[in-house]
């Protein structure tokens, strides 16, 4: 190996790792406030890439059929609930039918407003930004339903409860991918065509967006959790969730919001490596899951390591595809052998919270 492939292979490290790094802060974000391992992570990944896809093939994507059921779903789950309230105290009739407008406008009617618009401007050739726009407001939305129907009413349950909801959230998730998309893949048109000419190394355009969307991400979340207060809420509620309870934080709209996140940067990471490499119905998984090797080796509580823990995770893959590319994926988990060895080995063991 010359300076010049160690070089090509660290920019392919790089802007791989970027991406790793994001979903890492995802992953690290919804276990701090929710306590759940966000197996689906990947599933976000894939389903932003494919309906990216499907947008500039002029097909219809059918997660937006998705986001009309699940929609329907939490607001019949939220009318039940309301059906509850009413009977126990009838006095609150105006208030309840308040919240049953306003849930059955966010859930159901906006979802088919947005199923409506989706399905006339499929067939129409559209600018990228807006295909971009329009899958991420098919997409990121999923987000918050699959919290309110999966995770919202066991919040309180063990993490190991929260493990095997989210192991079948996932493969529910990727049996409606295999569905709506099919077994064969796609790829996106890049967003640029342009080479950079660095010290006579060559860096593709696609490269730069990757690397350049990531840092405006990571340095957008960081200012959301430093200088908002909803940022600060969230923050509150990953180190202590009785505490920012006791002070009137709500929980179950951190969740949420942690989700709704979640799944913003599963979708752009989507978006992002479409043009780069051939996106399956499955391919989230894999994707997701060196995201999660990044997390680890933060801990899933430090985002600085976590994403330091990702970049080193690309560029780990990227120099084992050169030498032995049929074992990259094996050299890469394999990572989180001595990472979970050490963690053990050096953490002080006390019990879960209740």
């Given at each position: 190996m010359d300076l010049s492939i160690a070089a090509i292979l660290a920019q392919d490290g790089i802007a791989s790792g970027a991406i790793y790094?994001?979903?890492a802060l995802a992953l690290v974000l919804v276990f701090s406030v929710t306590r759940v391992v966000l197996i689906p992570q990947g599933e976000f990944v894939a389903f932003g890439a494919l309906t990216m896809a499907a947008l500039q093939a002029h097909v219809f994507p059918q997660t937006v059929t998705l986001?009309?059921?699940?929609?329907?779903?939490?607001?019949?789950?939220e009318a039940c609930g309301c059906i509850g309230v009413l009977r126990r105290h009838p006095e609150r009739r105006n208030t309840t039918v308040r919240l049953l407008l306003i849930g059955f406008a966010r859930d159901v009617f906006l979802p088919a407003l947005l199923w409506i618009a989706v399905r006339s401007l499929a067939v129409q050739a559209l600018p990228m930004p807006v295909q971009v726009v329009?899958?991420?407001?098919?997409?990121?939305?999923?987000g918050p339903f699959i919290y309110r129907l999966a995770f919202q009413p066991l919040a309180e349950a063990s993490v190991l409860v929260l493990l095997i909801v989210a192991v079948g959230v996932h493969f529910a998730l990727t049996g409606l991918g295999l569905v709506m998309f099919g077994a064969e893949g796609s790829r996106t048109t890049a967003f640029t065509d342009a080479r950079v000419d660095l010290g006579g190394l060559s860096v593709a355009g696609q490269s730069i967006v990757i690397i350049g969307v990531a840092a405006i991400l990571i340095v957008a979340l960081y200012l959301y959790f430093e200088r908002t207060l909803s940022g600060k809420a969230l923050r509150a509620t990953a180190i202590n969730r009785l505490g920012a309870q006791l002070v009137g934080i709500g929980t179950i709209g951190a969740g949420r919001l942690a989700f709704t996140l979640a799944a913003a940067i599963g979708t752009v990471c989507g978006?992002?490596?479409a043009p780069l490499t051939t996106i399956y119905y499955d391919s989230g998984f894999l994707i997701g899951l060196k995201g999660f090797v990044?997390?680890?080796i933060g801990g899933l509580a430090s985002y600085p390591v976590?994403?330091?823990g990702a970049i080193t995770v690309g560029l780990?893959?990227?120099?084992?595809?050169?030498?032995?590319?049929?074992?990259?994926?094996?050299?890469?988990f394999t990572l989180i052998i001595p990472i979970l060895l050490w963690r053990s080995l050096h953490a002080s063991h006390t019990d879960e919270d209740e």
């Open positions: 790094a994001l979903l986001l009309v059921a699940l929609g329907v779903l939490v607001f019949l789950i329009l899958t991420l407001a098919v997409v990121v939305p999923t978006i992002l490596i990044g997390a680890i976590a994403a330091a780990l893959e990227a120099y084992a595809s050169f030498w032995a590319s049929a074992f990259k994926e094996v050299i890469v």
